[in-house]
């Protein structure tokens, strides 16, 4: 019997869900808010893999333009934030609901 848990599943096809509605945004504000659901969702699969699995997931597509606070992107151009860790501005948050 596979070491797979449910909820291992349920996050991985959380995360292909958000990758697929990313791919197929078409205007920039649903392109935003559908990179801020991938990253989410990419936060939860690793939450729930734990570090050696993450070790293997392939790296997520940069935010698009206009996904991040302009505090945010100075913080990571100054390398005071890392974006893995990164949560969604206030505005983009009220959106996600």
Partial sequence: MSSVALSDIRAQRAEVEARLAYAHARDA???VLAWWRLHLAR???LAAL???GSARLP???D???GALSRWQAIALR???MRLDSARPAGRVMRQLG
Wanted: proline share 22%.
């Fill in 29 to 31: 504000e649903g392109k």
């Fill in 78 to 80: 100054m390398r005071l």
């Fill in 43 to 45: 936060q939860a699969r």
């Fill in 63 to 65: 935010p698009p333009p």
């Fill in 59 to 61: 790296a997520l597509p």
């Fill in 50 to 52: 734990g570090a050696d």
